[in-house]
């Protein structure tokens, strides 16, 4: 991999070509290259159980949407390259053989290291690029929050505990997961 210089934004373009691809996460936030921590046990179990509810549900109702988890980019735009711990894509002309390039239909990251970074700056961008509904899932606070946004706007904000059913938007709350369930 090259050098990476702190000092300067990258392109999108500029990100594929420095980082390799590989099992190890970085992400390009504003034109920034941020290295994320190795998960911890209990977010792969979240982020594991995550992944296997939503395709059951998916392939079950023989839908059209696709889960993903990360290691796997999403680029929003030339600044932004994100890797969202688990992320749901329902148009499939996004997926190409290496990434999602566009915006997401449904995002889920668990907190771990910097959670302002969650909370935060991932909150802003996926809502300001139309993401239609983001969870964080925090396991120091064992619970979910979750939005859902129209065309950027914050429509619903609601928080549940780790042994409350969260309703999924995208899917009109058919599909409700319980994230004790997933531990």
């Known amino acids: 991999m090259a050098a990476i210089d702190m000092d300067r934004k990258y392109t999108a373009d500029e990100f594929f070509e420095i980082i390799p691809e590989t099992n190890e996460k970085y992400e390009l936030i504003d034109g920034e290259i941020v290295m994320q921590a190795a998960p911890s046990t209990i977010h792969q179990r979240i982020v594991g159980g995550l992944y296997s509810e939503f395709r059951s549900f998916i392939k079950g109702n023989k839908g059209k949407c696709e889960p993903f988890i990360s290691p796997y980019d999403v680029k ?8 969202p711990d688990f992320l749901v894509v329902c148009d499939p002309n996004k997926i190409d053989d290496k990434r999602c390039n566009g915006t997401p239909d449904f995002v889920a990251e ?10 935060n700056k991932k909150l802003g961008l996926y809502k300001s690029f139309g993401v239609k509904e983001y969870w ?11 939005y859902v946004f129209d065309n950027g706007k914050v429509t619903d904000v609601s928080i549940y505990p780790f042994d409350a059913a969260v309703p999924v938007n995208i899917f009109g709350g058919a599909l409700q997961i319980t994230i004790d369930d997933l531990l």
Do not use: A
Request: hydrophobic share 30%; glycine share 4%; charged share 35%.
């Open 136 to 146: 964080i899932v925090d396991p120091r606070e064992e619970r979910t929050v979750t």
């Open 76 to 83: 929003l735009d030339d600044s932004n390259c994100l890797q």
């Open 110 to 119: 668990v907190v771990s290291g910097d959670r302002s970074l969650d909370f």
